[in-house]
């Protein structure tokens, strides 16, 4: 079983990379270009002229029916008429002949190629018409970018397939943009500030290869350090935020996303649906899988530049380290609007000031060390600075004074560019004065900055890129137990009201459904006359809350449809006609169908909402904030991607103001948070596996030191007629609880099977203990060292993982103490642009023998069948005769060379 991902394993040179069919676009070793040509200004000229200024290595193969030769290089009149066949071609003829163009070389075998022409969707019905017609033709045999793009850049190996008017240096940057205009502009940029690519890649309209696709291939590849991307639409949601969580692990990615507008957002009927706007989504998604969201392009370079140079911060805390007043408070007022924070100085950093700085110095963050501060005063005050736990970054601000010498300060602090454990950021602010002091700071490692408020932009954004990474490791408490979900109560409710043509649940329906998932709430009975409405407001006991009970109505209080305080029987009777009254009169006798009564809840906590809307792009969508009629007004409130876990669950309620008041304040005692986690994940999972579910609100939710209580709910239901194969599915794959199954071996010792979740770090923890050093270099494919096996990072891998790209069954058993201890893994990666899958798999040597392992791999083959998987592979120890024995017996081919005592993969088709 490997713990080393595969992007870790590479970056760390462990193995070599395999073959990808995405090489056959950016490794070529032959490149037909259709449409090249001698005329000058024209694409193909410029394109034929790029590749052959490339230093790929690779033959080019010029299609023209009209020339012999262009640019001295022989043409071919067709793509079958090249002698040897190429890998790529590239397309710049008008968009009609594209189709056919691609046909034949799909006959051919020709595994990849670039669309440059324009025409097609861009262009109305006809062009949408010929992209269908390529997708037809080229869909499972054959990878393409495009159409509408300027082309393709791999200046690692010199490649230039685009028809730009320079080409890029190489680096270690993957540079991915849907504007060919944004790519020439981004170029021109870069060669200016020396700045070089991995690649360069024009995506235009996206047809097959997209974003998700090329976050994974360069995932995957050494030469990069960093993905940025401009973005004007996502292409497919899941396929991006799937490969964007395995890659940010490892490597940055910086995304510029146009459009922060919610035009995109349809209307909805629930206060959830209206606060849902698609850019707030975007932005949630993105916080998820750690990639992080800029607003301009000068901040991706920004960005690259800081995080190539200095460690991330811990904190969103700043201590700024001025020499002038005024550039130190126009830091502070950006940090603040940004969402850092001043750091408070310490009182040991404060004496240290105090005894270092002339007495007049501001005695507060920012730190004003005055004008004739020399590089001395600045080098221990950045020391203090650093040593206090306080602060979790620095910026040093210089302005030239009479008494001051820019290159000096900087050739001094260039010292502390890399020592100091948290990250230093630079502002030398003037023009020529200041120059060589703000190239030595950029040059020794410590990025430096024209103006202060760019410096703390960078920092916030570096804060906000650490915090959606902490929240990628962090190990999340133990998990909701789902035994005593009433599922099959909650499934006959909805079914029920599907049946009967509804689409709006009553608020007593809802409330049913919810507490089928542990949920509490209000008690609640329907009355349809007035002395119903007194019998159960008697039994109750006052005092009584009435509401409207309609199939059709969803918002009570538009219609009148909420009564409060009824303390006694008359007032009952009076406010079940003044309802029915006020129904009547604003909408229809025929929208009462009676009210519902309940206990008046004693509001001694917080109003919160709860809700879930479904967005066009990444499906069901979580909301969490102040709650009650205003909801709109204030709107105070956090979005998030379900399926949550109770990290998850803490880090959206985090983003709202609410929280702070949550935990307590003046005076207050805290509401239980860990149940509120929990009754969020609660929340989450009663979404994703009921996806008839549109829209849900619990508003308000009422929370104090004692209670969680749903006061009131709303849910709507998709449509009968959308089939459930149709219905929106969640962008983030929820834990596939069908492969959860129990096993007695031989010996009577029962055992759970079940995929790993992320709160099992714990076990895995104890699991790497029980393995002997045996068991280890037999079957451990990544680090065998037991400190490296253990270290959260790593476990973290293991356990939080995207259930579509792999699939680690675990086996567990009970001990002694009646707790779950883990003793087995099998696990499952799908291989990066194959439909083929590795299997590995190690037993704790406790359980050894008993069949344990060849029963994970029965199982775990019939996961990768469900999965669609289209072959299995498994790398086999020299020694380990016992894998060996398990491979044959499920019918596994092993190599016919590989002998007993080596080293092999066996390999099963399924």
């Known amino acids: 079983m490997s713990i080393m991902s595969k992007t870790a394993e590479l970056a760390a040179g462990a193995v070599a990379r395999e073959p990808h069919p995405l090489d056959a676009i950016f490794r070529p070793k032959g490149v037909a270009l259709v449409g090249a040509s001698e005329r000058e200004g024209s694409v193909g000229r410029t394109v034929m002229w790029n590749l052959l200024s490339s230093p790929f290595g690779g033959t080019i193969y010029p299609v023209n029916q009209k020339r012999d030769n262009i640019l001295g290089v022989r043409t071919y009149a067709t793509l079958a008429d090249i002698p040897e066949r190429p890998d790529l071609v590239v397309i710049c003829t008008p968009a009609p002949t594209v189709p056919g163009i691609l046909e034949e070389a799909v006959k051919l075998g020709i595994p990849g190629g670039i669309v440059i022409s324009a025409g097609f969707k861009e262009a109305g019905p006809e062009g949408i018409a010929l992209e269908h017609e390529i997708a037809r033709i080229t869909t499972g045999k054959m990878r393409v970018i495009g159409p ?19 080409s890029a240096k190489g680096g270690a940057v993957a540079f991915l943009s849907q504007s060919g205009a944004l790519c020439t502009a981004v170029l021109d940029w870069s060669l200016k500030e020396n700045v070089g690519f991995s690649g360069f890649v024009s995506m235009g309209s996206m047809l097959d290869v997209d974003f998700g696709t090329l976050v994974d291939y360069y995932g995957d590849d050494p030469q990069t350090k960093a993905i940025v991307v401009y973005m004007e639409s996502i292409g497919d949601p899941k396929r991006f935020l799937s490969a964007a969580r395995r890659v940010s692990l490892e490597k940055p990615i910086i995304v510029i996303k146009a459009g922060r507008t919610a035009a995109a957002a349809k209307a909805a009927a629930s206060h959830t649906g209206s606060l849902t706007g698609s850019d707030e989504v975007l932005d949630a998604a993105f916080r998820r899988v750690g990639v992080l969201r800029v607003d301009g392009i000068n901040d991706i370079f920004d960005m690259i530049d800081a995080l190539s140079k200095q460690p991330l911060p811990k904190g969103k805390k700043l201590c700024i380290v001025t020499n002038a007043g005024g550039p130190g408070v126009l830091a502070a007022d950006a940090l603040a609007q940004g969402g850092g924070e001043l750091a408070e100085i310490s009182p040991e950093s404060m004496t240290a000031f105090n005894a270092l700085l002339p007495s007049i110095w501001s005695h507060n963050n920012p730190v004003d060390i005055l004008g004739d501060a020399e590089p001395e005063r600045y080098a221990k005050s950045l020391e203090i600075a650093a040593k206090d736990p306080n602060i979790d970054g620095m910026l040093v601000i210089m302005t030239p004074q009479g008494m001051t010498n820019p290159t000096e300060i900087a050739e001094h602090l260039s010292n502390y560019s890399q020592s100091l454990g948290k990250p230093v950021l630079a502002s030398w602010m003037g023009g020529e004065s200041v120059a060589e002091g703000d ?11 024209s103006y202060p408020d760019t410096a703390v932009g960078v920092f916030n954004y570096m804060w906000q890129y650490s915090e959606a990474l902490a929240g990628l490791y962090e190990t999340p408490s133990v998990a909701t137990e789902a035994d005593g979900y009433n599922r099959d109560a909650a499934q006959k409710l909805i079914a029920t009201v599907q049946a009967e043509g509804r689409t709006i649940l009553t608020e007593y329906e809802s409330k049913k459904l919810l507490e089928a998932y542990g949920i509490a709430t209000t ?25 409207l009970h309609s199939l059709t109505i969803t918002h009570k209080t538009d219609v009148g449809g909420v009564v409060l305080n009824l303390r006694d029987a008359a007032a009952v ?10 129904v009547t009169e604003k909408v229809g006798a025929q929208h009462f169908q009676g009210v519902t009564v309940q206990p008046m809840a004693k509001l001694d906590g917080y109003e919160l909402i709860l809700g879930a809307s479904v967005d066009i792009q990444f499906g069901p969508v979580l909301l969490f904030g102040s709650g009650g009629q205003l909801v709109e007004v204030y709107g105070d409130k956090a979005l998030g991607l379900p399926p949550l876990n109770t990290t998850l669950a803490r880090r959206m309620m985090e983003k709202t103001k609410i929280y702070h008041a949550l935990k307590g304040v003046r005076g207050r005692a805290s509401v239980d948070m860990a149940a509120l986690e929990s009754l969020l994940v609660r929340f989450s999972e009663l979404i994703v596996e009921n996806p008839r ?139 990066s642009g194959s439909n083929d899958a590795e299997l590995n798999l190690v037993v704790s040597d406790a359980v050894q023998g008993q069949g344990l392992g060849a029963k994970l791999t029965e199982i775990l083959l019939d996961v990768a069948r469900d999965e669609k998987v289209a072959a299995v592979r498994a790398p ?23 002998k007993e005592g080596d080293a092999c993969v066996a390999k099963l088709a399924l």
């Open 876 to 898: 086999l120890a020299a020694d380990n005769l016992r894998m060996r024995h398990i491979a044959q017996k499920l019918g596994f081919q092993i190599p016919a060379e590989c």
């Open 523 to 547: 008690p609640t009975e329907i009355a349809t006359s007035e002395a119903e409405a007194e019998a159960i407001a008697n039994r109750m006991g006052y005092p009584i809350v009435l509401k």
């Open 439 to 449: 190239d030595l700071l950029n040059q020794a490692g410590m990025p430096s900055y």
């Open 573 to 582: 009777k009076a406010a079940f006609a003044q309802i029915k009254a006020s």
């Open 693 to 831: 579910i549109a829209e849900l609100d619990i508003n308000p939710l009422l929370a104090s030191p004692e209670r969680l209580l749903a006061l009131d709910a709303r849910i709507v239901l998709h449509p009968a007629e959308i089939a459930d194969a149709d219905l929106p599915k969640p962008a983030i794959r929820p834990y596939p609880v069908q492969y959860a199954s129990t096993w007695k071996s031989d010996k009577g010792e029962a055992f759970t099977i079940r995929p790993v979740r992320p709160e099992d770090e714990p076990k895995a923890y104890d699991f790497h203990h029980t393995l002997s050093e045996q068991t280890v270099r037999q079957r451990h494919l990544g680090p065998h060292e037991l400190e490296e096996r253990i270290a959260h990072r790593r476990l973290t891998q293991l356990c939080f993982i995207d259930y579509d790209r792999e699939m680690s069954l675990v086996a567990l058993r009970k001990t002694a103490s009646g707790a779950e201890e883990m003793v087995a893994v099998a696990r499952m990666d799908k291989l």
């Open 148 to 166: 509408n793009c300027l082309g393709v850049m791999n200046p690692v190996v010199g490649l230039n397939a685009t028809f730009a008017a320079k």
